[in-house]
């Protein structure tokens, strides 16, 4: 029971232009969501969150925004640099699952230059 | 800002040994402390969740003989794969929980990548 999905495996855009990363989530007891960057063999990086009170978090070129009623966040970066290269994972995590965090399966984003 | 050390960054062993790995919170203290896998293209899959000071949680599935883990102070977990067997081989990653940093305080380790022959 996957229950943060990123449907899409892969993403290619080119340099400067817009990422868009999207994630899906079916659990409603979720109340933050956050989003990852990770190179091969190393460990994830913090980009950014979102509480569910909000529905839209900034942060220089990211940006994260949270549909709350189509259980669906997406991540922006813009503009789109080579070293954004990496995979991304989207995490959700709730009072209800006490500190656990659930993620999704990563989304490979290849920026073009 | 918030660092976690695992150590070390990569290991081969040979089947029926075991293998020790470290994770450390190198400024802050962290009371939770979590252990993750990854496999090849997947996502990182949680194994246990490390309090210091008590047993750790293991989630549904992860053999808590196999993989033991002891959080005996603030600063430091280790996850031990006993008795290594191939299908042992794999990305595992910690994760530190830094309180004073909110939502983003779960600190993440480089991970050890682990090659049992």
């Known amino acids: 029971d996957q229950q943060v999905k990123q449907n899409s495996p892969s993403l290619s855009v080119q340099e400067g232009r817009i990422s868009i990363l999207n994630c899906d989530y079916t659990n409603s007891m979720f109340d933050y969501f956050l989003w990852y960057k990770k190179y091969p063999a190393e460990g994830p990086t913090f980009l950014i969150s979102i509480s569910s009170i909000k529905d839209k978090n900034e942060d220089g070129r990211f940006t994260v925004f949270l549909n709350k009623s189509a259980k669906h966040l997406s991540l922006h970066i813009v503009p789109s640099q080579p070293g954004d290269s990496a995979v991304y994972f989207c995490?959700?995590?709730?009072?209800?699952?006490?500190?656990?965090?659930?993620f999704g399966a990563g989304t490979i984003l290849r920026v073009k230059s | 800002g918030a660092v976690v050390s695992q150590h070390p960054s990569w290991v081969i062993c040979k089947s029926g040994t075991s293998v020790k790995i470290e994770c450390r919170s190198l400024?802050?203290?962290?009371?939770?402390m979590f252990w993750y896998r990854q496999f090849p293209k997947q996502s990182l899959m949680l194994m246990a969740t490390s309090n210091e000071g008590s047993k750790a949680t293991y989630e549904q599935g992860v053999e808590k003989d196999k993989f033991l883990i002891n959080h005996a102070s603030l600063t430091l977990s280790t996850l031990t794969v006993t008795s290594a067997h191939p299908e042992d081989s794999s990305f595992y990653i910690c994760?530190?929980?830094?309180?004073?940093?909110?939502?983003?305080?779960?600190?993440f380790g480089s991970g050890t990548r682990l090659t049992v022959v």
């Open positions: 400024d802050f203290q962290a009371t939770t």
């Open positions: 994760s530190a929980v830094n309180r004073d940093r909110g939502r983003g305080g779960y600190t």
């Open positions: 995490a959700a995590g709730g009072q209800y699952y006490g500190n656990k965090l659930v």
